[in-house]
């Protein structure tokens, strides 16, 4: 399975802060945002991932992660030239794509809770059809509202309905088998211009290939999307980082218990930020050996 961050978008709702930066590159807390979808696809044993973003932006990812050899993957880059909707990354990323299953996460999404691994290693075990996930909100009126059945098939998908069907919404993670090329290239731009998401999984739905995994009580789902939630975000991180004393989405770390680099390259990777306490804690890490 191969993987891709869609890092897009103009981030027009943290306006003055994206005027001449890609909000995925903005700090969560101590480390960029482009981190925590990162990380999501490396504790999915995804090496082989495509970033896609703006013609401004892209160079920055390019300084930031480079090719992902030091992290024991393989890290691609393509442009989306104009905001035309996210199922546009299954046409840009085709070729990358090319006979695998495929796993996408939106750049600015963050994920945690214990359960994570579970679900993630039940979703890379797809072998037709998709999943998409289901987290519960209180007031899910403003989201996409997922309806399922007992065996966790999809039943209805809707967009931010009056009366909602049930109250799990769908969040920006979603994981599919090749067929999403061909549907990606058949499906019309919306009302608004853009290829929906949506109609994606509106078609998986048709041909009854969709299934909903489900997160619970104790998961916590944030999108960074504005200014508030981003400094929520952030006080999250920080909250459990400082109280656990484990840091979330530390890439080099789960590159590292996946087995994708070693001790020795470990190292090296905190030698890089030894002066912060986001390097101290790589570095502690080959100390400890926390529950390797």
Known sequence: MKGIILAGGKGTRLGPLTKSVSKQILPIYDKPMIYYPLSVLLMAGIKEIL?????????????LLGDGKELGIDIKYEVQEESNGLAEAFIIGEDFIGTDNVCLVLGDNIFFGQSFQEKLDIATSLSEGAYIFGYPIEDPREFGVVEFDSQYNVVSIEEKPKEPKSNFVVPGLYFY???????AKNIKPSSRGELEITDINNEYLRRNKLKVILFGRGFAWLDTGNPTTMLKASNFVETIQQRQGFYIACIEEIAWR???????????????????????????????????
């Open 258 to 292: 996946k087995g994708f680099i070693d001790s020795q390259q470990l190292k090296k990777l905190a030698n890089k930020n030894i002066k912060t306490n986001y390097g101290k804690y790589i570095n502690d890490l080959l100390k400890n050996d926390l529950s390797k």
């Open 51 to 63: 970033l896609i973003s703006t013609p401004r932006d892209i160079s920055l990812y390019m300084d």
């Open 177 to 183: 088998d090749n067929s999403v090329i061909e549907i």
